[in-house]
């Protein structure tokens, strides 16, 4: 039972000291995010084989840029979306007997991320947030990258594609010169985003075929930069809350 109490006592600081954490804020700002790619989401290198020949596709590097707009309604809650370009490499390797051979493809996509962010203040200027949402990812294009030795073919699952979104970062806030964000995302979508066919070419004449897929997840550092709040808007917010606060007798 006294256990209870501390996290409840806990719990009831954490509110307290998050109360003028976004107090119905509206800001826009533009973000920039290095992707990561990992075995542990899904997204590490994978191996195909078709008789003695081998091939290994592996998401490389790739990053994210776009505008994003804040838009509190409750003291500790704010919904963020924006849109965002996005790049995804992925290296192609080929081998057969004592021959082996490299490419790549270029993925060029586009995301509607929305997100449900939640405040807790951890100084006089410092912010922690958490979020989770949804997000629209949309690629245009199917993909061909061809030389000499083989060719790599990106076919679209589809248009659109939606996934699961959850981050997790620190801001610091200033009146005058506006709110820095550093944190991490996930995008993680339903299913596959490419299928991938590679054909392994010798004197001009394909020798062996496969197909795989790609999935989309990923992991990304975040970095954010959001303008200050206008001038005029904030005083009139500032007085319609003092005017709404309740007069003491």
Do not use: W
């Not at 930069?225 to 007798?249: G, I, L, Q, T």
Request: aromatic letters at 14%; charged letters at 20%; glycine letters at 8%.
């Amino acid at each position: 039972m006294r256990k209870l109490s501390r996290i409840f006592l806990v719990f009831i600081c954490m509110t307290s000291l998050s109360l003028q954490a976004q107090d119905k804020i509206k800001t826009v700002g533009f973000q920039i995010k290095p992707l990561f790619f990992s075995s542990f989401f899904g997204t590490g290198p994978q191996s195909l084989s078709d008789s003695s020949y081998s091939y290994t596709l592996k998401p490389s590097s790739g990053y994210a840029a776009g505008m994003v707009i804040r838009q509190g309604y409750t003291p500790t809650l704010s919904i963020e979306f924006g849109i965002n370009y996005v790049v995804r490499n992925v290296s192609i390797t080929a081998s057969h007997a004592s021959q082996t051979a490299s490419n790549s493809l270029r993925i060029i996509g586009y995301e509607i991320p929305f997100s449900q962010l939640i405040f807790i203040r951890l100084g006089e200027h410092t912010f922690m947030n958490a979020g989770a949402g949804i997000c629209l990812n949309i690629f245009p294009s199917d993909v061909i990258k061809r030389d000499s030795t083989f060719a790599a073919y990106g076919g679209r699952k589809h248009s659109f594609v939606p996934s699961l979104l959850a981050n997790i970062g620190v801001e610091y806030r200033t009146p005058k010169s506006g709110y820095f964000y550093f944190g991490a995302s996930l995008n993680r979508p339903f299913g596959p985003i490419y299928n991938v066919a590679i054909d392994y070419i010798q004197n001009g004449i394909v020798q062996n075929s496969t197909l795989g897929s790609l999935n989309g997840s990923y992991l990304s550092a975040d970095f954010k930069y959001f303008f200050p709040e206008d001038p005029e808007k904030k005083k009139v917010r500032k007085a319609k809350r003092k005017k709404e606060e309740p007069v003491v007798k």
